[in-house]
C-alpha cells in the first residue's frame, strides 16, 4: 500500500517532490533542516503558515 505523501514543510501546501538530491523525504531534507535553524528563515516561514491560513 502506498504510504501518504508527507507535505513539504517550505512549499506550502504541496507535497514533498524529493526536490532535493538523495533525500527520502522531508524528515533527511537538507533544506528543511537550513530553514528550521535559521530563526530569520524560521520566523519568515511561520508568517507564510499565518498569511496562508486567512
Ligand atoms: S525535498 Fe525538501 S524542499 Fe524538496 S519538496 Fe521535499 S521537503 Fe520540500
Given at each position: 500500500?502506498?504510504?501518504?505523501?508527507?507535505?513539504?514543510?517550505?512549499?506550502?501546501?504541496?507535497?514533498?517532490?524529493?526536490?532535493?538530491?538523495?533525500?527520502?523525504?522531508?524528515?533527511?531534507c537538507?533544506?528543511?533542516?537550513?530553514?528550521?535553524?535559521?530563526?530569520?528563515?524560521?520566523?519568515r516561514?511561520?508568517?507564510?503558515?499565518?498569511?496562508?491560513?486567512?
Amino acid at each position: 500500500m502506498a504510504r501518504p505523501v508527507p507535505q513539504c514543510p517550505i512549499r506550502l501546501g504541496e507535497p514533498c517532490s524529493l526536490c532535493e538530491p538523495g533525500v527520502t523525504g522531508p524528515e533527511d531534507c537538507g533544506l528543511v533542516w537550513l530553514v528550521m535553524n535559521d530563526p530569520d528563515l524560521r520566523a519568515r516561514l511561520a508568517e507564510l503558515r499565518r498569511e496562508q491560513r486567512l
